[in-house]
């Protein structure tokens, strides 16, 4: 097979036996697989194409050394059928062919690839053969040049010292000629104002002049240039004390006469005094832009005049002081420093001025823009003179700025606040035309808490300008830090919150003073406005303070439930405030009809007082007002007959025992100590109880106040029989709509009793009326 897969091969012109080749190629497989097989880490009988457990001597093996084919057909006509047999004939065939196919191709490739590589040897060889011969050439061409190189050398030997003597010589002389013609250069040099070509020359000269100075030619040469040299000095000497030319010009100057061995320390004075004058006439132009009389331009102008002009000239003048005296030492810095400091802190004084007058102004973009470039600008003297502080100090200036607009930012939610307040106080008092109704206490309410809430908004929209990332200073630590938790959420949100709450507690003051003047109506809205802070609007405004200022500052802070809770119980304050406010005015009333009476000789009653009806129809109003704002609130269970008009609890059994003594002049216990009897075993009221944050505590309270407020009264007054009835019939009217408004209609019940019992004792003739005629006049009034 191998033979014929062989045949007339490309190798078989070669030359070579045909036995050495088939030989060698055995031993060549058996080496490369060996090679592989210790490669990929394979045994023999895996690098052999077999499993691993495989017998390698097994001579029914295809793939083994040991392969036998008459073993392996005896083995195949034993163990296999004819149908087996016959595929096993089939796939060697396929088998055999492919081998084939393999083997010619491995044959061509390698053949091509050999006939490659004899060509390119030969092709090398060839270059080789060209290449000795160059670097033969270059060899012999090489001697030539050295040989003629060593002969020019030796005959131009003797010429070259010659020429180099020469050239000495001719250097010494130009050096002399310099030296001679020095005193006519440097005056023609100073009349033509080049004073620095003037310097050079005499700085090249000095140290030769200085050496040689014992010969009298160059005695003469030194005296000479230096009476020039002082009239140079002179003139840059006067050329830098008029101070005309900018600081470029003026720090020449110094360099030029330090060249010339002027003393450092004087020079350093006049320096700083001519650098001083310069910038007095910048820090007085910014004087005269904030007098009086010419309009003074916005800050961000003034800023950009104060930086551009001295800030920029004291950059120049540190720079070059610090170039020119550097040799100075400490000495030369602590001028330098004293100087920054002095004018530095009156144009601090003169930027502060000018900050001072947009405290008023309500926009803050303008007045960062021009805090950042004030601190923008003082980077650079900043850098240059750290031992002066002219960075911190102005630092400190952008944060007392900043401290100040949250002082002015506070004022100005107070004031919006006031102004909320007058606004609904103008509301309240503004009258009524026919036909048209003016806001609920729904609508200003909800105007009231949207104006303040926008305000606050603002505020923080306003004050967050500061710690905007394109602003220079935002990156400080009093604004990554304090500004925003003790400054934004502590001095401005909670300093606010608390300030509101404040002012809404001052209108509880007593009668006479803040509170007497108060509409009841803005106690009740300001009461609801904390009630809504405490349950929600306290969370919100903090939620949205944290998130807009990012406080990396770990000071304390106040709770949310501090506020909430100092809210709630200014909501309660006022609450309370509205009941005896309410309470106190329905009392007068009350007061008011019982005092002016003349209940002795007063006529049989025929209906009920006005007074009376008032009362029922304020307490009315009032529950229409409570109910705009606040919940119904929970009731007691009401008894089956208290919504029936002619229910009277004068008129039951109870009462008539429970009065039956007092009416009779005649009865055998003293009726005073029956009333105290009884009060013992009646339930106390309690007038003055907490309110709770809806309609019906409220209006119990108000109730609770009115009728106490009419016992009391009716206990200082004498009844004849008449005024007793009359009695009788105010209370009956009172009981038949006061009762659906408290929370417990037992606790009327409780109180009118009272009223009429302390009537009926305070009466020499108590005969009460017929109960069906009470609940007639009553129908009837």
């Known amino acids: 097979m191998a033979a014929a897969a062989a045949g007339p091969g490309p190798g078989s012109g070669t030359g070579d036996s045909p036995e050495g080749p088939e030989a060698e190629a055995p031993e060549r497989r058996r ?13 023999e009988g895996e690098s052999a194409g077999r499993p691993a457990g495989s017998d390698p001597l097994d001579p029914t093996d295809l793939n083994g050394a040991h392969f036998d084919p008459e073993v392996y057909l005896d083995k195949l006509r034993r163990e296999c059928p004819l149908a087996q047999l016959m595929d096993s004939e089939t796939d060697m065939v396929r088998q055999i062919r492919a081998l084939d196919s393999d083997m010619q191709t491995l044959v061509y490739e390698n053949y091509n690839k050999f006939i490659s590589a004899t060509d390119t040897i030969r092709k090398m060889k060839n270059d080789f053969r060209k290449m000795e011969d160059e670097m033969d050439r ?30 000495g010589v001719h250097a010494l002389l130009r050096k002399l000629q310099f030296l001679f013609e020095l005193p006519s250069c440097l005056t023609k040099c100073v009349e033509l104002g080049a004073y620095g070509q003037a310097v050079r020359y005499q700085g090249r000269a000095r140290a030769v002049l200085q050496q040689y100075q014992h010969l009298p030619s160059f005695r003469a040469i030194q005296d000479d240039c230096q009476v020039i040299t002082a009239r140079l000095a002179q003139q840059l000497r006067q050329r830098f004390r008029e101070g005309g030319s900018g600081a470029p010009e003026q720090a020449e100057c110094v360099e030029l006469l330090l060249a010339l061995g002027e003393p450092a320390e004087e ?27 010419p309009p003074a331009p916005d800050v961000l102008e003034f800023t950009d005049h104060g930086g551009s002009g001295f800030v920029g000239g004291l950059c120049q003048v540190a720079s070059a002081y610090q170039e020119l005296f550097a040799a100075q030492g400490a000495a030369g810095a602590e001028k330098l420093t004293a100087f920054a400091q002095e004018l530095g802190g009156r144009y601090f004084a003169l930027v502060e001025r000018r900050l001072a007058q947009e405290q008023g102004s309500g926009d803050n973009s303008l007045l960062v823009r ?46 919006a606040f006031l102004g909320c307040l007058t606004d609904v106080r103008q509301a309240l008092a503004a009258p009524r035309l026919a036909g048209k109704e003016g806001p609920g206490l729904a609508e200003l309410l909800a105007n009231v808490a949207s104006s303040i809430l926008s305000h606050i908004k603002a505020s923080l929209a306003a004050v967050h300008l500061f710690t905007a990332k394109e602003v220079s200073f935002s990156n400080k630590p009093y604004f990554r830090g304090e500004f925003c938790s003790q400054g934004v959420r502590e001095g401005l949100i909670v300093g606010f919150i608390r300030s509101m709450c404040q002012t809404a507690q001052s209108f509880c003051d007593s009668p006479g003073e803040k509170g007497g003047a108060t509409p009841p109506a803005l106690l009740l809205l ?14 919100y405004i903090l939620t949205l303070t944290d998130e807009q200022f990012l406080v990396q500052d770990q000071s304390p802070v106040t709770p949310v439930s501090t506020l909430c809770a100092e809210a709630r119980e200014t909501a309660r304050r006022l609450l309370t405030h509205y009941v005896k406010v309410q309470g106190l005015v329905i009392s007068q009333m009350l007061r008011k009809s019982v005092e002016t009476r003349d209940w002795l000789s007063t006529l049989e009653p025929r209906n009920v007082r006005a007074v009376m009806k ?29 919504s ?21 002049p005649s009865a055998p216990m003293d009726t005073n100590l029956l009333s105290n009897i009884q009060k013992l075993f009646s339930e106390r009221i309690d007038v003055f109880s907490p309110v709770e944050f809806n309609k019906v505590s409220v209006l119990t309270g108000i109730i609770k106040i009115s009728l106490k407020t009419l016992l009391e009264c009716v206990r200082l007054r004498t009844f004849g029989r008449f005024g007793l009835q009359q009695v009788q019939v105010d209370c009956h009217f009172l009981q038949l709509y006061l009762w659906r408004f408290v929370a417990d209609e037992e606790l009327v ?14 009466c020499p003739d108590p005969v009460p009326m017929e109960p069906s005629v009470v609940e007639v006049i009553c129908e009837r009034g």
């Open 614 to 642: 008032r009362v029922v129809e304020d307490t009315t109003a009032i529950d229409v007002q409570v109910g705009l704002l606040y919940e119904e609130g929970v009731r007691k269970a009401q008894s089956s007959d208290s």
């Open 749 to 762: 019940h409780l109180l009118l009793d009272e009223v009429v019992a302390s009537a009926a004792l305070r």
């Open 138 to 167: 270059l060899a012999t061409n090489m001697a030539v040049i050295t040989d003629f190189s060593a002969r020019i050398s030796a005959t131009l030997q003797d010429r070259h010292e010659r020429i180099t003597k020469l050239a």
């Open 370 to 415: 021009a805090l950042d470039r004030f601190h923008r600008r003082l980077r650079a003297p900043g850098a240059l003179l750290a031992a002066a502080g002219l960075a911190e100090a102005a630092t400190e200036i952008v944060e007392r700025v900043a401290r100040e607009r949250l002082g002015h930012h506070l004022q100005g939610l107070r004031a």
């Open 267 to 293: 020079l350093c004075d006049e320096f700083l005094a001519n650098a001083r004058g310069r910038l007095e006439a910048e820090l007085r132009s910014l004087e005269a832009e904030l007098g009086p009389s």
């Open 526 to 539: 300001l009461s609801r406005l904390c009630l809504d802070y405490e349950t929600a609007t306290i969370s």
């Open 644 to 664: 029936k008009r002619t229910f009277s609890v004068y008129s039951s059994s109870r009462q008539q025992g429970r009065y039956a003594p007092s009416y009779t």
């Open 31 to 43: 080496k490369a697989h060996g090679m592989l097989k210790i490669y990929y880490g394979l045994s």
